[in-house]
């Protein structure tokens, strides 16, 4: 609901704009003096302020000069009973929004503080925008269609539906930043800002500015008011990637944040409240950081609320082929012309590779093979170099067909290498990769046998 703030020093003036207010669906929070004014300014974060233009102590453009500083962007309508021309003049200089002569209709009142309420909509919706689009990676979406896949996507709908704090892990390359804009997405903040903010790539000061804002004068440099990531997001959602890199400050700092909901602007004293979604991600197992005492357990706790684990690719093999045609598309979109195919061959390359840069490095193999390569067919030679393979499989010699044994060698290497990624579970192994734990059973089963007969021999 969109909050006014109404300074009058009559009680029943207060009262009667509160009314015709609050019939409009506006809700409405009231001061005597501009002093109580500025604070509940500050605490409240109205998006439109009625003042009246003379009041005992400072008067209405007094507050006028004041707000602006608090934040440029307040549309302030100014009321009285003493109008002149210059009285307007004064009050258009002074930046108020608009200027209303006392005694007012209601629908005179309602229409001026729509007007001003929108007006303020779109400047700060502009602003948290510019914030997104500066540093907004192109938008993907999530492709796999393994079991472990459909058990994120089976999350990612859970969690979407909740207004809670969401802790998305994974190692690096493995697509949080991806996940965390499908949640804002699908959730009930869809028309709200994302907002992000890589916490590993900016200093203690920055990012707290960054996070929380600063008052003009808060520091060497802070020559206006700068409203933080948090104020940017209200109603919307924040994305915090790399959170185990803050420093201890700024962990308490944001530990109160989500307890409270409540910061304050650094170089100031005066609380503002905030109503945010917060999304963090991370590449470290944040409980063990925190066990350690490199992470504060309480933050911790208070960003787990909805945990989310992201599987590194090389326990999703079966989603290879599927990703690696996409990046293929992609790249052919952005380059104009027909996607490149790439060859069987070149697919069990693919899919024997560990990916230590999880799906981020299987999209640049695929960009760097669709550029050099000259033919429509990506072979396995050209990428073999690239991941430190060679070009094709040795032959088995007389123990069946070069290709037969090929494939059925690299089948045994692909499901040994995820049991051992999973200690030896063979619930979350078939998950993995895609199949049955009968099937997975029968063949282990299989191989266990033949290596018994070739003991004997």
Same mark, same amino acid.
């Given at each position: 609901?969109?909050?006014?703030?109404?300074?009058?020093?009559? &009680? /029943?003036?207060?009262?009667?704009?509160?009314?015709?207010?609050?019939?409009? $669906?506006? %809700?409405?929070?009231?001061?005597?003096?501009?002093?109580?004014?500025?604070?509940?300014?500050?605490?409240?974060?109205?998006?439109?302020?009625?003042?009246? /233009? *003379?009041?005992?102590?400072?008067?209405?453009?007094?507050?006028?000069?004041?707000?602006?500083?608090?934040?440029?962007?307040?549309? +302030?309508?100014?009321?009285?009973?003493?109008?002149?021309?210059?009285?307007?003049?004064?009050?258009?200089?002074?930046?108020?929004?608009?200027?209303?002569?006392?005694?007012?209709?209601?629908?005179?009142?309602?229409?001026?503080?729509?007007?001003?309420?929108?007006?303020?909509?779109?400047?700060?919706? #502009?602003?948290?925008?510019?914030?997104?689009?500066?540093?907004?990676?192109?938008?993907?979406?999530?492709?796999?269609?393994?079991?472990?896949?459909?058990?994120?996507?089976?999350?990612?709908?859970?969690?979407?539906?909740?207004?809670?704090? +969401?802790?998305?892990?994974?190692?690096?390359?493995?697509?949080?930043?991806?996940?965390?804009?499908?949640?804002?997405?699908?959730?009930?903040?869809?028309?709200?800002?994302? /907002?992000? @903010?890589?916490?590993?790539?900016?200093?203690?000061?920055?990012?707290?500015?960054?996070?929380?804002?600063?008052?003009?004068?808060?520091?060497?440099?802070?020559?206006?008011?700068?409203?933080?990531?948090?104020?940017?997001?209200?109603?919307?959602?924040?994305?915090?990637?790399?959170?185990?890199?803050?420093?201890?400050?700024?962990?308490?700092?944001?530990?109160?944040? @989500? &307890?409270?909901?409540?910061?304050?602007?650094?170089?100031?004293?005066?609380?503002?409240?905030?109503? +945010?979604?917060?999304?963090?991600?991370?590449?470290? %197992?944040? !409980?063990?950081?925190?066990?350690?005492?490199?992470?504060?357990?309480?933050?911790?706790?208070?960003? #787990?609320?909805?945990?989310?684990?992201?599987?590194?690719?090389?326990?999703? *093999?079966?989603?290879?082929?599927?990703?690696?045609?996409?990046?293929?598309?992609?790249?052919?979109?952005?380059?104009?012309?027909?996607?490149?195919?790439?060859? =069987?061959?070149?697919?069990?390359?693919?899919?024997?590779?560990?990916?230590?840069?999880?799906?981020?490095?299987?999209? %640049?193999?695929?960009?760097?093979?669709?550029?050099?390569?000259?033919?429509?067919?990506?072979?396995?030679?050209?990428?073999?170099?690239?991941?430190?393979?060679? =070009?094709?499989?040795?032959?088995?010699?007389?123990?069946?067909?070069?290709?037969?044994?090929?494939?059925?060698?690299?089948?045994? !290497?692909?499901?040994?290498?995820?049991?051992?990624?999973?200690?030896?579970?063979?619930?979350?192994?078939?998950?993995?990769? $895609?199949?049955?734990?009968?099937?997975?059973?029968?063949?282990?089963?299989?191989?266990?046998?033949?290596?018994? +007969?070739?003991?004997?021999?």
């Amino acid at each position: 609901m969109r909050r006014v703030l109404i300074v009058d020093d009559k &009680q /029943l003036m207060r009262d009667s704009v509160s009314t015709m207010l609050a019939r409009a $669906g506006y %809700n409405a929070v009231t001061a005597d003096s501009a002093e109580a004014a500025e604070k509940a300014a500050r605490r409240h974060r109205p998006a439109v302020v009625i003042t009246d /233009l *003379r009041m005992p102590g400072s008067d209405g453009l007094s507050l006028l000069e004041r707000l602006a500083e608090l934040d440029p962007d307040l549309p +302030v309508i100014l009321m009285t009973a003493y109008a002149s021309v210059e009285t307007a003049v004064a009050a258009m200089k002074g930046g108020a929004f608009d200027y209303i002569q006392k005694p007012f209709e209601g629908d005179e009142l309602i229409l001026a503080v729509g007007r001003a309420a929108e007006h303020h909509r779109l400047r700060t919706e #502009n602003a948290a925008l510019k914030q997104a689009a500066a540093g907004a990676s192109p938008r993907r979406r999530l492709v796999g269609k393994s079991l472990v896949m459909d058990r994120v996507h089976r999350q990612i709908e859970q969690i979407a539906d909740s207004c809670g704090t +969401v802790l998305v892990s994974g190692e690096s390359g493995t697509g949080k930043e991806i996940v965390a804009h499908a949640i804002h997405e699908l959730g009930p903040r869809s028309e709200r800002p994302l /907002l992000c @903010l890589n916490c590993a790539a900016l200093s203690t000061g920055l990012l707290e500015s960054e996070l929380f804002g600063h008052e003009k004068g808060a520091f060497t440099g802070a020559d206006q008011v700068r409203k933080g990531r948090f104020e940017l997001a209200d109603g919307g959602t924040l994305l915090l990637d790399e959170i185990s890199e803050i420093s201890p400050q700024v962990q308490a700092k944001l530990l109160r944040v @989500l &307890q409270e909901r409540q910061f304050e602007r650094v170089g100031s004293s005066v609380t503002m409240a905030v109503d +945010v979604r917060v999304i963090a991600t991370t590449n470290r %197992n944040l !409980e063990e950081e925190a066990r350690h005492g490199r992470f504060r357990q309480d933050l911790y706790y208070r960003l #787990n609320v909805l945990p989310l684990q992201l599987p590194p690719l090389r326990a999703r *093999r079966a989603d290879i082929p599927v990703l690696a045609e996409h990046f293929l598309r992609l790249q052919a979109r952005r380059d104009g012309r027909d996607p490149k195919c790439i060859d =069987a061959e070149a697919v069990q390359l693919l899919c024997a590779y560990p990916w230590p840069g999880n799906v981020r490095e299987l999209e %640049n193999i695929c960009q760097r093979a669709a550029v050099l390569t000259d033919g429509p067919t990506i072979a396995a030679r050209t990428i073999a170099p690239w991941l430190n393979a060679p =070009a094709a499989p040795r032959p088995m010699g007389e123990c069946g067909s070069g290709a037969a044994r090929k494939l059925e060698d690299l089948e045994r !290497e692909v499901i040994v290498a995820t049991l051992g990624q999973f200690d030896g579970h063979r619930q979350r192994t078939a998950e993995a990769l $895609g199949i049955g734990v009968r099937t997975l059973g029968l063949k282990l089963k299989k191989w266990k046998e033949q290596e018994l +007969v070739a003991a004997s021999l």
